[in-house]
């Protein structure tokens, strides 16, 4: 059955791959087909109406409750340009589907919305007023109605308000299925947290994260940079068991005292402790040789070098061989912080996906967010992501972060075991990837490559500089 899905207008390239996935959490069908969507008539794809394709109103109900940009699903029960084809389409719409929700046993409330202008009380009440060819029968209960009607109104591309382009306007009326519960935005939000740090994820962020990874009751989830516990908290308000590792054991162990570090933050949402906060390191991982596919999923943020780069054992003499291994004394292990060395992005996202695939079980999913140096808008459409034989790539949500750099949310689901010969292919591809990637990712660079005046920054040996991008609609809302 085909639903209105209307979407908070912001974060545009994550608002249908959220949807996707949480229509696979909740089983939309058993043959995996990709959801069915169009666009209402006249309208732009980066319009916040869509009608999608579900099995039912259990499903359409239960994507709407857990989503965070979906602001409500409707059952249509009309749509049109005017008022008068609204009034034509309502009618026709089947008695037997309105029936149910006419009877004078229930109760109901009617709520008036618009995007792109602004309507005064006085044009609510009218357009409510002008809905008196639908026979209601029951009496209205504005706080805790049986039944929620939303009457939804579009301004037109002459309005000139920096919005999707639209021909003309559109009018929607709807039964309301379910809707989106945007408190856990506020409850959660950075800014009252008690433990934060340089590169905590946003709250909005972590929860997206969470739904693209499918996290319910009973998955294990994985951060193998975990840093404060922003994504961890998102997967455990999900009901999901937790397990995080950093390499830096300051971060894990101490934080900034016993009632401000990751542990507390778990606590002051009432949240379920992570099963394990481990010191380790992604290039060196701790696990024993014949432990394997114990994760459902890993959501992490990978040090990529703008706000904080990657560090890995070692340090600079041990790695070139200046000074050899050494093991430190029994009596400075309790306070011992091993040495370090940079972390180059290419090699930690080669780290990244080996763990995934070693550690993930069959249809466990990979999230992570990876850079893209903007040279051009051409340029960010056709950006190689990383591979692996493991590994499908189910979607890729571009967030633009300034007209220099954006990144990209990537969601990879394990088809294949891992395997010897898998792991000799993927370092294949990952040779591939790396040669023709651009140079920045190779240095692990990129802090620089953001912040270098355009006119001296070139970007694999081409002297052009990159152009700053003039902003579109779409980033005012991401």
Request: glycine share 8%; net charge neutral.
């Amino acid at each position: 059955m085909w639903y209105l899905c209307v979407f908070f207008h912001r974060l545009l390239d994550y608002r249908r791959p959220e949807v996707e996935a949480l229509a696979e959490l909740f089983q939309h069908n058993s043959s995996n087909e990709p959801l069915e969507w169009r666009v209402p008539e006249n309208h732009h794809p980066d319009s916040p109406f869509h009608f999608v394709n579900l099995s039912s109103d259990d499903v359409a109900r239960d994507i709407a409750n857990r989503s965070l940009l979906v602001k409500g699903m409707y059952e249509l029960w009309g749509e049109g340009s005017t008022l008068e084809e609204l009034e034509q389409a309502i009618k026709s719409y089947p008695d037997e589907r309105k029936s149910p929700y006419l009877s004078s046993e229930s109760t109901f409330r009617i709520t008036v919305d618009s995007f792109g202008k602004v309507m005064s009380f006085e044009e609510q009440n009218n357009r409510i007023q002008q809905l008196a060819y639908i026979p209601f029968e029951g009496r209205v209960n504005l706080k805790h109605p049986d039944h929620k009607f939303w009457l939804m109104e579009t301004d037109d591309h002459g309005g000139n308000n920096g919005l999707p382009p639209v021909v003309q306007k559109r009018i929607f009326f709807g039964r309301e299925i379910g809707g989106s519960d945007r408190t856990l935005i506020p409850t959660y939000q950075l800014k009252s947290r008690k433990y934060l740090g340089p590169t905590a994820m946003d709250a909005e962020m972590a929860f997206l994260m969470a739904n693209q990874a499918l996290v319910k009751p009973g998955k294990l989830v994985y951060d193998p940079f975990v840093g404060t516990g922003s994504i961890l908290i998102g997967a455990a308000h999900f009901g999901a068991m937790t397990m995080g590792a950093d390499i830096d054991i300051r971060v894990v162990r101490d934080g900034r005292g016993p009632d401000r570090n990751v542990w507390s933050n778990f606590k002051q949402y009432g949240l379920p402790m992570p099963v394990g906060l481990l010191r380790a390191d992604n290039n060196l991982p701790p696990w024993r040789p014949g432990l394997k596919e114990v994760f459902d999923a890993i959501i992490c943020d990978p040090p990529y070098g703008v706000r904080a780069g990657g560090r890995k054992s070692g340090g600079r003499k041990l790695l070139k061989g200046v000074v050899g291994p050494y093991t430190v004394p029994d009596d400075k292990r309790t306070d011992h912080i091993p040495s370090t060395a940079p972390y180059s992005l290419v090699e930690c996202v080669h780290d990244l996906l080996d763990l995934a695939a070693r550690m993930l079980v069959i249809g466990g999913r990979l999230v992570y967010f990876f850079p893209v140096l903007r040279e051009d808008e051409a340029n960010v459409g056709n950006t190689v992501f990383p591979e692996h034989p493991c590994f499908e790539l189910i979607s890729s949500s571009e967030q633009i972060l300034s007209s220099r750099y954006s990144r990209v949310l990537l969601t990879m689901v394990k088809r294949r075991p891992y395997t010897e010969e898998i792991a000799e292919a993927a370092r294949v591809k990952h040779t591939e990837f790396r040669e023709n990637h651009v140079k920045w990712l190779e240095d692990g660079n990129i802090h620089s490559s953001v912040f270098t005046p355009a006119d001296q920054l070139t970007v694999s040996g081409d002297t052009k500089p990159l152009r700053d991008l003039k902003p579109k609609y779409r980033g005012k809302y991401v």
